[in-house]
């Protein structure tokens, strides 16, 4: 039987240029759930469209970097905006490297 189905990747995009992330993600969740047809969506903030005092506190990558992994993952849709801040998650604290941000962390 035919299953249909839309992955949505949401986060900053730290280590998804890295092949083994974007590799992974590709396996381990776009290929593993066998979908007959899947839609693929990437919500992310990627260059630097948002003026600096709304920007994340991570850092931007360009198109250019993620060319290669936005090619693995193949998203059918990218949303680009920036993610918000959202604050420390109820049980436990943000890295001090990511301060206020790690609960937008690829959920």
């Avoid at 890295?18 to 381990?28: A, L, Q, T, W, Y």
């Avoid at 066998?34 to 994340?56: C, N």
């Amino acid at each position: 039987k035919a299953v249909s189905g839309v992955v949505c990747i949401v986060g900053h995009l730290r280590s998804f240029g890295d092949p083994k992330v974007h590799g992974s993600i590709r396996r381990n969740v776009i290929d593993s759930l066998k979908f007959s047809d899947v839609r693929t969506v990437l919500v992310t903030e990627l260059g630097s469209h948002a003026p600096i005092s709304e920007r994340s506190q991570n850092p931007w990558r360009s198109w250019t970097e993620m060319a290669t992994a936005i090619e693995m993952v193949a998203p059918d849709v990218v949303i680009n905006v920036p993610v918000q801040v959202e604050g420390h998650p109820p049980d436990r604290r943000c890295h001090v490297k990511y301060p206020m941000a790690c609960n937008a962390q690829w959920r």
